[in-house]
């Protein structure tokens, strides 16, 4: 069973910058597709950006494209997500999460993520 640890949250002014890591285990291939999801209070849980694991295309939300990248480092056990020109709506909390196999043509819908971190929080001030 593949296990996730997010860290990097906090809070910060806005058009300043964060970076998330998820912590990944239990890796058995390269077949997963990695994601960051959010979920502000009283709002769905959404799809922030997705990269497959062993390489090729990340999608992102139309809401922040431009502004935030998905990355792995090289022993593809650590995902990043550098987000930066940080916006009060950007406010939520943030979980990495896991499709097994590919993200497909965009970033996949929410019941298709099989594991997920606890989350983190990230709190953008006006």
């Known amino acids: 069973q593949v ?15 964060l970076r998330l890591s998820c912590a990944g285990s ?7 597709c990695l994601g960051w999801l959010r ?21 992102y ?5 431009g502004r ?7 022993a593809k056990t650590t995902l990043y997500l550098q987000m930066n020109s940080l916006k009060p709506e950007d406010t939520a ?3 990495c999460a896991v499709v097994v196999g590919s993200c497909g043509r965009g970033i ?6 099989r594991y997920w971190g606890r989350g983190t929080q990230v ?4």
């Open 39 to 59: 979920q502000a209070p009283g709002t769905e849980r959404e799809g922030v950006a997705v990269m497959y694991r062993g390489g090729g295309s990340t999608y």
């Open 3 to 17: 296990q996730l640890v997010e860290s990097g949250g906090g809070s910060v002014q806005a058009g300043g910058s």
């Open 93 to 95: 909390m943030y979980y």
């Open 68 to 74: 935030f990248t998905i990355s792995q480092d090289d």
């Open 26 to 32: 239990n890796y058995r291939n390269n077949r997963y």
């Open 108 to 113: 996949p819908a929410l019941g298709s993520f």
């Open 61 to 65: 939300a139309d809401s922040v494209q």
């Open 123 to 126: 709190t953008v001030s006006s």
